[in-house]
Every structure is written in structure tokens, then in C-alpha cells.
């Protein structure tokens, strides 16, 4: 069971997706949790969960929201960073201002609660901090450029801290999901408003490379398979990258994609997505 290396674990975005997939799989494994989400009305009422606010539009409550489940939990094991929001739309299409707030609280905020996380795992010699980060790292989506750099940042980040943190008990997880069957776009599209064809000059293709991202998540497999990988790299207890997703995704197309020059690669995704 995870609960005999990973006693107490901070879950943020733990309310819908990948998050309460996680949540859900470490309660399985006897793992007290501390979940977050911007209303804690949405999280989970199960035994063994505790609720915390988290808003990461604010430095205040990333830091409120560690010492509140650190000091509950008595020194946290595992911290597993899932929250983050998507961005629709062509670059200079939407003030800047949204792309730098996206960035703020998908970068900024996650380094912050990993500096919280690693400064008191690294004082107690023992823990996981793991990153969700993206298979848009490798495969980066046409009109979502601000989640790209957010995540492209993120693996980056994570691979130095595995150096980083080498021989000190603690160990750095890069968790690269692909499409999993969640509500991701439909929250996107809510907090997106760019999909009216009136909106720019380009929304043909944008609307056309969105039924794409659509189509794929609804071929997706459920987010609990994802929920497994991350298991099964906790279970194994070293740092290092994990992709996670459909055959094609994690295993196949990174494979490819090694073996073809990136001219081919940008010919191949703008086709694919309509955005040539």
C-alpha cells in the first residue's frame, strides 16, 4: 500500500479530472489526503479527505493553503501539483493580461507550493513531489500557447529539481498525462469565449483544430488509468519522467516523433489540426 511510504499527501485540483482521479486512488491505498479546490464545496466527502481552499491567483493562499494541510497532516509526504486551467484562442487574439494570469497560476504558483513542499520534505530527508505537467510539452496544441509554456516550464523545472534533490530521500515525478476523458475542454470553452466565429479573423481554423481536441477527448480512456500510472511510479519510488495516456500518445508518437525532423513534426500537427 502507498499509505507505508506515503502517509499524508496534498492533492491540488482535486475537485474534477485528474485530480480527484488521484485523490480517489490514494484513499484506496489507505493515504490521508489533503485536497484542494477554489469552492471545497466541490471536493470529495470521503473518509480520510480534508477539504482546503486553494486560489492560485494569489501567492496568500498557496502558501494558507501548504501550512494549513501541513500543519493538519503533521509533515506532508506527497504533494501532487494537477491544478491548472486551459486557454483558447490565437495569441494576439486576447489581451495579454490572460496569458500572463494563466501563466502566474500554472507556473508561478506551482513553483511556490514546490519550494513550500520540497523545503520541509528535504528538512524531514523523505517525500514525493509530483508535477503535472502534459504531453503538450512534446506535442504542443495549436491556440493553447500560454498552457504549452506553462507546462513546457513545469517538466523543465522538475528535471533540475531531480537532480537537484538526488541523494537526499526525496525524490521529483515529471507526470506527463496525454487525453484523458475529463471536463477539461468544457471548462476551457467557459472560461475561453473565443470560439464565436465573429470573434477573429481566423476562426475557422480555430473552431476547426478545437472539434479536434474535442474528438480526441472523447476517444480518450478515463482519467482512473491515469490515476494507475501515477501509482505504479510512486510505487517504484525514484525520480523521473512518466508519460501517461492512450498507447498511441504515451508510447508510440514520442517514439516517432524522436525518430522525424521537427519541420515533418510542425507539417504533420498542422494538418492534423487544420492550422496549415
Not at 484562442?89 to 513553483?111: H, I, K, S, Y
Amino acid at each position: 500500500m502507498l499509505a507505508d511510504r506515503y502517509p499524508t499527501a496534498l492533492v491540488t485540483g482535486a475537485s474534477t479530472g485528474l485530480g480527484r482521479a488521484f485523490v480517489d486512488m490514494l484513499l484506496n491505498e489507505g493515504v490521508r489526503v489533503w485536497g484542494t479546490g477554489r469552492d471545497p464545496a466541490r471536493l470529495p466527502a470521503r473518509a480520510g479527505f480534508t477539504p482546503v481552499a486553494l486560489d492560485l491567483d494569489a501567492d496568500s493562499s498557496v502558501e494558507a493553503a501548504f501550512q494549513l494541510a501541513e500543519g493538519a497532516a503533521g509533515g506532508l509526504d506527497l504533494v501532487v501539483n494537477s491544478a491548472g486551467y486551459g486557454l483558447y484562442g490565437p495569441f494576439t487574439a486576447r489581451d495579454f493580461a490572460d496569458w500572463r494570469r494563466q501563466l502566474e497560476a500554472m507556473f508561478v504558483r506551482t513553483l511556490q507550493l514546490s519550494h513550500l513542499a520540497l523545503r520541509s520534505m528535504g528538512a524531514r530527508r523523505r517525500g514525493a513531489l509530483v508535477n503535472i505537467s502534459s504531453l503538450a510539452v512534446e506535442f504542443p496544441l495549436p491556440f493553447m500557447s500560454g498552457y504549452n509554456a506553462a507546462k513546457a516550464g513545469l517538466s523543465a523545472f522538475s528535471e533540475s529539481l531531480m537532480v537537484e534533490v538526488a541523494g537526499t530521500g526525496v525524490i521529483v515525478i515529471d507526470f506527463r498525462p496525454g487525453d484523458y476523458r475529463t471536463g477539461f475542454n468544457q471548462t476551457m470553452q467557459a472560461t475561453s469565449d473565443t470560439l464565436s466565429p465573429s470573434a477573429f479573423p481566423s476562426a475557422p481554423r480555430v473552431q476547426h483544430a478545437w472539434a479536434r481536441l474535442e474528438s480526441n477527448l472523447q476517444s480518450a480512456p478515463p482519467p482512473a488509468r491515469a490515476a494507475g500510472d501515477l501509482r505504479r511510479a510512486l510505487r517504484r519510488g525514484r525520480s523521473g519522467t512518466v508519460r501517461s495516456g492512450s498507447f498511441f500518445q504515451a508510447r508510440l508518437a514520442p517514439w516517432l516523433t524522436r525518430l522525424a525532423p521537427a519541420w515533418l513534426h510542425r507539417a504533420v500537427t498542422a494538418r492534423y489540426f487544420g492550422s496549415s
